[in-house]
């Protein structure tokens, strides 16, 4: 198949928008949002990055790679780094090799504008190996641990019952339903819980809100003491920017309202698994904070299923996450964070960012925050 490779610019938005449909969402509108908060206002690469595949003047494919921003050791030292996501082909082009002809101009363009390494850090099984077979280096498995109500247990157990048998079949995705509040009322006994102002709630209380305190939250971030590993900056600038995304909603709930002692960022997606809220970020002052802030989630929350990640999380919250019953699902799909070197001299050589290696998880320091 011929194809030829272009940068995006501006010309190319409504036809970026329209292929977008199979990735991001099925409303062109929203992914014109997203496609500019993601690209063009990202604060640390300020021109977007995006990489076409036309077959003839269809637009076949297309991969993206956003700004990020790391610091590593203590003192940090701060890295822009690509972080390559939005890999979709359209349906009819699809098999035919296309992502290996993309990505293999995308970092060459990369590694001419002088970028050290690209990273991914929720890879998919196809897209993972994919890349492994161009020359990736897989840093590790993130563990996605899930605690589940015996609601949305029973749920998806009579769902999979009814789905194999002729005459319950059309009805079966309905018996999700059984599970619990969903979609957009995902948050409502959450919101119910903090909306009204409690005047008996001391200045330690949990508290709710829908809009993030950046500033707090950055000032805590700042304050704490870190080990040096491999994590994404979480500044004023991070905060803003992240929260912004179209494609998501959040709840913040805090301890502390004189002074900020730990927080809990929730996020649920409008468009897949309607009863799951996130843990992207999970940050307090000590660990009975940390403990206070997730149980309050839990009790509050009573979300069909929670979910967080737990590569690079320390003992103590990995101890605290068991403790609550938090497990791996046995159908789930493992997501890879992989590195590469932009240059194709380098890529057997160690891969280093001040003096840590790139391709060991015990290197990083990672929440779900920082991906997509």
Not at 171 to 189: I, P, Y
Not at 266 to 284: C, N, Y
Not at 349 to 358: E, F, I, S, T, V
Request: charged share 25%; net charge positive; glycine share 6%.
């Amino acid at each position: 198949m011929s194809s030829r490779i272009v940068p995006y610019s501006a010309e190319h938005k409504p036809l970026v928008v329209e292929l977008a449909r199979h990735l991001w969402s099925p409303d062109p509108r929203l992914n014109e949002r997203y496609l500019d908060w993601k690209f063009h206002q990202n604060p640390y690469i300020r021109e977007p990055l995006i990489y076409l595949a036309f077959v003839g003047d269809k637009l076949a494919g297309m991969r993206g790679a956003f700004g990020s921003l790391w610091e590593v050791g203590n003192p940090a030292e701060f890295f822009a780094l690509p972080y390559a996501d939005d890999l979709v082909i359209d349906p009819a082009f699809r098999r035919q090799g296309l992502h290996r002809v993309i990505m293999t101009f995308a970092l060459r363009d990369l590694a001419g504008r002088g970028y050290p390494y690209v990273v991914s850090l929720s890879a998919g099984r196809v897209t993972a190996g994919a890349s492994m077979n161009m020359r990736w280096r897989n840093a590790g498995k993130v563990r996605a641990l899930y605690r589940r109500t015996l609601r949305k247990t029973a749920a998806d157990f009579l769902t999979d019952r009814a789905r194999p048998l002729p005459l319950l079949w059309r009805w079966a995705d309905n018996l999700s339903a059984l599970s619990g509040r969903s979609g957009d009322h995902l948050f409502d006994r959450l919101d119910a819980r903090f909306s009204a102002p409690d005047q008996s709630r001391d200045a330690g209380s949990p508290f709710v809100q829908r809009t993030p305190l950046i500033r707090e939250m950055s000032q805590l971030v700042a304050r704490l003491p870190r080990d040096g590993r491999i994590r994404h900056v979480r500044d004023e600038t991070f905060f803003a920017w992240r929260f912004g995304n179209p494609l998501y909603d959040y709840r913040f709930l805090y301890i502390g309202r004189e002074r900020l002692r730990g927080y809990v960022v929730l996020q649920r997606s409008p468009f897949f698994i309607g009863e799951r809220a996130s843990i992207v970020d999970w940050e307090a002052e000590s660990d009975l904070i940390r403990a206070e802030l997730l149980a309050a989630v839990i009790e509050y929350g009573r979300f069909p299923e929670l979910c967080i990640w737990q590569l690079g999380a320390s003992s103590a919250a990995a101890q605290l996450v068991d403790r609550l019953g938090f497990k791996p699902l046995r159908r789930h799909y493992e997501k890879s964070v992989l590195v590469r070197s932009a240059s194709d001299d380098k890529l057997d050589a160690p891969w280093m960012l001040d003096g840590r290696p790139l391709d060991n998880a015990d290197q990083w320091d990672l929440r779900m925050i920082y991906s997509m």
